[in-house]
């Protein structure tokens, strides 16, 4: 069992920045690749970001590559995402996942944190 928490959402301008954290427990966070999910109201899931469980692989989705940057630190167990230059369209809830592959498809994971509100102001 994975356990992660999320951490650092919040109300941000547009063009602004935020970090988001998820810190897992249990199992040997370096043992698996980690996922951040997406969700707006009425809307489905998405992928955002992923990284493998080496660093060395990471995946992003279109809408957010050259703004948004995942990165994990071994020594905390945690993985982060950190946003610049936000729009209204990234506002939502903002999920953590690790499984042990490398994937962009939500339901390929295992285990999920509770999600974190990321709202963007215009």
């Known amino acids: 069992q994975v356990q992660l928490v999320e951490s650092g959402g919040g109300l941000v301008q547009a063009g602004g920045s935020r970090r988001l954290s998820c810190a897992a427990s249990g199992r040997t966070f370096s043992s698996y690749a980690m996922g951040w999910f997406r969700q707006a109201p009425g809307k489905e899931r998405e992928f955002v970001a992923a990284?493998?469980?080496?660093?060395?692989?990471?995946n992003y989705a279109d809408s957010v590559k050259g703004r948004f940057t995942i990165s994990r630190e071994y020594a905390k167990s945690t993985v982060y995402l950190q946003m610049n230059s936000l729009k209204p369209g990234d506002t939502a809830v903002y999920y953590c996942?690790?499984?042990?592959?490398?994937?962009?498809?939500?339901?390929?994971?295992?285990?999920w944190g509770q999600g974190t509100q990321v709202t963007v102001s215009s």
């Open positions: 996942a690790a499984d042990q592959h490398l994937t962009r498809v939500p339901e390929a994971y295992a285990y």
């Open positions: 990284v493998s469980w080496s660093g060395g692989g990471v």
